[in-house]
T-cell receptor, first 115, second 108 residues
């Protein structure tokens, strides 16, 4: 069964360092998302991406964050200068379509720990 | 403010029991997702609903658009059903808003 894959599964970094989280969405999907979940809290939307551009982003997704689909298969989330509060599980998701039938398929998550 | 509320927050059941988890939302939605989060953190989609009822194995999801409410039922619960169950809704736009989840523990 097709699945969304994410790497790395866990990354530890020093505050101020740049981090890139990688995702390979399901191949025929068109919509891509990043979500995050701070430990003990609910999942929060960061950004959605369609047709090689950001379609929506939340207040969390400030100038420190960027997304890219560099080669038609990978979908990356970059955090330019990490802060302690960026420590969270980051989930990539994809969906085939935007309409009401656009079921989300999630990756296993990348746990980011900022020291 | 658009809100998603789940109840109960925590639920402990004996194996074999019928379980109901509820989700209420404040304004009309275009879609509702029921998700399962495993202890390791991974998230799996269970159902996507915009109306009516869906069934998959021992899981049943219903939605009442007029009452702005959805329920997830688990029949003949099993310890492997132990997980956090999350309701997520989509209003206008393309993003889902998540509830805080219901932590289910099924005891053998």
């Amino acid at each position: 069964e097709p699945e969304v894959t994410q790497t790395p599964s866990h990354q530890v970094t020093q505050m101020g360092q740049e981090v890139i989280l990688r995702c390979v969405p399901i191949s025929n999907h068109l919509y891509f998302y990043w979500y995050r979940q701070i430990l003990g809290q609910k999942v929060e939307f960061l950004v959605s991406f369609y047709n090689n551009e950001i379609s929506e982003k939340s207040e969390i997704f400030d100038d420190q964050f960027s997304v890219e689909r560099p080669d038609g298969s990978n979908f990356t989330l970059k955090i330019r200068s990490t802060k302690l509060e960026d420590s969270a599980m980051y989930f990539c998701a994809s969906s085939e379509e935007r309409a009401n039938t656009g079921e989300l398929f999630f990756g296993e998550g990348s746990r980011l720990t900022v020291l | 403010k658009n809100e998603v509320e789940q109840s109960p927050q925590n639920l402990t059941a004996q194996e074999g029991e019928f379980i109901t988890i509820n989700c209420s939302y404040s304004v009309g939605i275009s879609a509702l997702h029921w998700l399962q989060q495993h202890p390791g953190g991974g998230i799996v989609s269970l159902f996507m609903l915009s109306s009516g009822k869906k069934k998959h194995g021992r899981l049943i999801a219903t939605i009442n658009i007029q009452e702005k409410h959805s329920s997830l039922h688990i029949t003949a619960s099993h310890p492997r059903d132990s997980a956090v169950y999350i309701c997520a809704v989509r209003w206008a736009g393309n993003q889902f808003y998540f509830g805080t989840g219901t932590s289910l523990t099924v005891i053998p």
